[in-house]
C-alpha cells in the first residue's frame, strides 16, 4: 500500500491513466482500495447512488427524492419479521452468490436468516444486478424469509441507510456477504461496517470466501435451481447474453481473463430459486 499521506493528484493520474487503458478501476494510492474509473461506471449505464468518486451521471441525474421530506425510508417488503432473538443479515443482490452465501448459512444453522437488498429509489433496481426490486420479493417469498427493502438516495450515504435499516432488527449475530475472492472489497466491507457491527455486538462474515468455483458451481447444480444471466459487460459480452442460463457449460465457455463467476463485475445473474419446490 502507498503512503497514507497521497494527494488528490495521485489518485487523479493514475485515474487518467486507467482510464487510457479501458480499465474498470485503480488502487487509489492513499486506501489500498479499487476504485471504480468513469469508463468503468459507464459501463452500466446508469447511476448506482453510491456516491462514487468518478461517477459521469452526477450533473444530469435526478430523483423524486431530493428532499428530505421524500426520502423513503428502509422497509420490510415481506409479511415475515424476525423474532427477539439474533439474526444473520445477509446482503441479498438476488444473484448466485448471494444464493450460495445463504446455503452455507443454512448447512451452518447458527442463527434464522433475514435478507437485506438494497435498490434505486427512482427506478426500482438494484444496482449492477439490474433487476426490479420485485423480482427479489419473489425470491423472499418463496425462500420464506424476511427481506428488508433499502431504497437508495442521491447525498445519503450507503452506510448511512444501511444503519438506518438495521435499526429495524431487533437483534443481530452477523452481518453476511457473499464475497468470493476480491480482497479490496472484503477490505472496504470491513471497513465500512466494523462500528455499526460493534454497536450492534455482531460480527462480519464470509461464508463462501474463496471457496473454488468448481466447488460453488457444483452446490449451484446441486440446489436445482436455474440461474439466469442479468446483466453483461464489455469483458464477458459475446461470451453471455441477458436470459442465457448461466450453468457449468456457460462458465467453462468464458474467455481467459473473465472470472469464472463474474467476480470483477463481467457479469451478473438472477437466482430463480421461484422455480424449485420447496427451499433449495
Known amino acids: 500500500m502507498s503512503p497514507p499521506d497521497a494527494t488528490p493528484g495521485d489518485w487523479r493520474r493514475l485515474h487518467d491513466e486507467a482510464s487510457r487503458n479501458r480499465e474498470t478501476f485503480y488502487i487509489d494510492p492513499a486506501t489500498g482500495l479499487a476504485v471504480f474509473t468513469e469508463f468503468g461506471l ?23 427524492g431530493d428532499s ?44 434464522p ?40 438516495h442521491p447525498g445519503i450515504a450507503y452506510e448511512t441507510r444501511i444503519a438506518d435499516a438495521v435499526a429495524l432488527i431487533p437483534a443481530v449475530a452477523r452481518f453476511v456477504f457473499g464475497d468470493l475472492h476480491l480482497e479490496h472489497i472484503r477490505e472496504w466491507r470491513t471497513g465500512a461496517f466494523r462500528e455499526l457491527a460493534a454497536s450492534r455486538g455482531a460480527a462480519l462474515h464470509f461464508p463462501i470466501w474463496q471457496v473454488p468455483c468448481e466447488v460453488l458451481m457444483t452446490d449451484l447444480e446441486a440446489s436445482g435451481i436455474v440461474c439466469e444471466v442479468s446483466a453483461v459487460t464489455d469483458a464477458a459480452r459475446g461470451a453471455l447474453v441477458p436470459g442465457q442460463r448461466f450453468d457449468r457449460k456457460a462458465m467453462i465457455r468464458l474467455p481467459d481473463g473473465v472470472d469464472r463467476f463474474g467476480e470483477n463485475g463481467e457479469f451478473h445473474t438472477l437466482a430463480k430459486v421461484w422455480e424449485v419446490a420447496g427451499l433449495p
Request: net charge neutral.
Open 42 to 64: 459507464r459501463q452500466r449505464g446508469s447511476c448506482c447512488w453510491s456516491g462514487c468518486r468518478h461517477c459521469p451521471y452526477e450533473p444530469g441525474r435526478t430523483d423524486p
Open 68 to 111: 428530505a421530506s421524500k426520502v423513503e425510508p428502509p422497509q420490510w417488503l415481506t409479511p415475515l419479521r424476525p423474532e427477539p432473538e439474533p439474526v444473520d443479515v445477509l446482503f441479498w443482490s438476488g444473484g448466485k452468490d448471494s444464493f450460495l452465501a445463504y446455503r452455507a448459512l443454512r448447512r451452518e444453522g447458527a442463527c
Open 113 to 152: 436468516v433475514v435478507l437485506l437488498t438494497t435498490f434505486d429509489a427512482a427506478s426500482r433496481t438494484i444496482a449492477h444486478q439490474e433487476l426490479r426490486v420485485e423480482l427479489v420479493i419473489r425470491q423472499a417469498e418463496h425462500l420464506e424469509l424476511p427481506l428488508l427493502g433499502v431504497p437508495l
